[in-house]
């Protein structure tokens, strides 16, 4: 089947691999759609969050900037948003972006209508919307944090303390537990050609979009072809981690949910057997694509993962 002329594609993450995905489909489409976790609470994200009770701006920005077009005015204002106050003032570590979506907020009341406008100002390809209409927390049930009882479930809080936690995560959960979706988010995802879940931190960053349930029933109901993408490597929260093991996480915190299309690289998924058999239970296939960073880091290429897409994309709706 041919690509459709400029997909629809709605692609939910946080971070850094979400940024990797937008990079690579503004290269397939100018219809791209990024759903964004809302989590954060450490650095400038949590700083602002806590003093003016607002969702967490980072993860959105980072999401702005990288849709901003690869010219001139594209990349600089996408330098501009990432950079960083210095010093040891009150505005020190602030991202000069977290400051602008933060100010927009307060100026405009609504959180995606001050997203599309900053979106606009800065010429993005695409739109950047909230997963949930409010913040939320990160729970995780964790073994091996008391090495006197290694066996003993304990519960940390907070999307920074699970992401950087050295005992072993089981589980997650989203505080409040049934959190309202963003309804521009919900029906994204419902008109989409195609959604993209993945890579990122599969704790922080990937399962919570399963957790909220309107964004989770449209995903389980929509027509769109359904695109998981593995990490190259397993992240400090899935440290030992088989592929497998991804993929059942996914199923154990959102049973019902079930992807056409599984893309990995083949160092993730060439010693674990257990890869086909894992994705076919969710009623999908495994594409194994040379998609790793050549520096020898555990990030996608995104010129080789947008070829991926570009392949994957042409083969239409289910």
Same mark, same amino acid.
């Given at each position: ?11 939910? &993450? ?7 995905? =937008?990079?690579?489909?503004?290269? %397939? ?18 700083? =602002? ?5 607002? $969702? ?7 999401? $702005? ?23 040891? *003032? ?25 997203? !599309? ?5 800065? *010429? ?9 209409? /409010? ?6 049930? @964790? ?25 072993? %995560?089981?589980?997650?959960? $989203?505080?409040? !537990? ?7 988010? /919900? ?8 959604? /993209? ?13 399963? =957790? ?56 993730? /998924?060439?010693?674990?057997?257990? @890869? ?7 009623? &999908?296939? $495994? @594409? @194994? ?6 520096? *020898? ?10 070829? %991926? ?10």
């Amino acid at each position: 089947m041919t690509l459709p002329t400029h997909p629809r594609v709605v692609a939910l &993450g946080g971070g850094h691999g979400l940024s990797a995905t =937008l990079t690579a489909l503004r290269r %397939v489409t100018e219809r791209l759609i990024a759903v964004v976790t809302v989590a954060d609470d450490g650095g400038s994200s949590g700083r =602002l969050r806590d003093e003016f009770n607002i $969702l967490p701006p980072g993860d959105l920005r980072m999401a $702005l900037a990288a849709l901003c077009s690869d010219d001139e005015h594209g990349r600089t204002w996408a330098s501009v948003l990432q950079a960083r106050f210095r010093g040891d *003032g009150p505005l020190a570590g602030h991202a000069i972006g977290n400051l602008l979506i933060a100010g927009m907020w307060q100026q405009l009341g609504d959180e995606v209508a001050a997203l !599309d406008m900053v979106g606009d100002l800065l *010429g993005v390809r695409g739109r950047v919307l909230p997963m949930s209409s /409010v913040p939320l927390e990160i729970e995780a049930d @964790v073994v091996g944090l008391d090495p006197f009882a290694p066996d003993e479930v304990n519960t940390l809080t907070g999307q920074s303390t699970v992401a950087k936690a050295w005992a072993e %995560v089981q589980a997650v959960r $989203l505080v409040p !537990d049934r959190p309202p979706a963003r309804p521009e988010a /919900v029906q994204a995802i419902r008109d989409a050609d195609a959604i /993209v879940l993945g890579p990122g931190s599969w704790f922080t960053s990937v399962i919570p979009h399963l =957790l909220v349930p309107d964004l989770r029933d449209a995903i389980v109901e929509t027509e769109a072809r359904r695109i998981l993408v593995l990490n190259i490597a397993p992240a400090d929260e899935t440290s030992g981690f088989s592929a497998s093991r991804h993929i059942e996480l996914l199923a154990d915190h959102a049973p019902g949910v079930r992807f056409d299309v599984v893309i990995a690289d083949p160092r993730f /998924v060439a010693e674990d057997p257990h @890869v086909p058999e894992y994705i076919e239970s969710l009623g &999908g296939r $495994l @594409v @194994v694509a040379d998609v790793a960073s050549r520096d *020898g880091t555990a990030t996608h290429d995104t010129n080789r993962l947008a070829e %991926v897409f570009t392949d994957v994309l042409g083969e239409g709706k289910r």
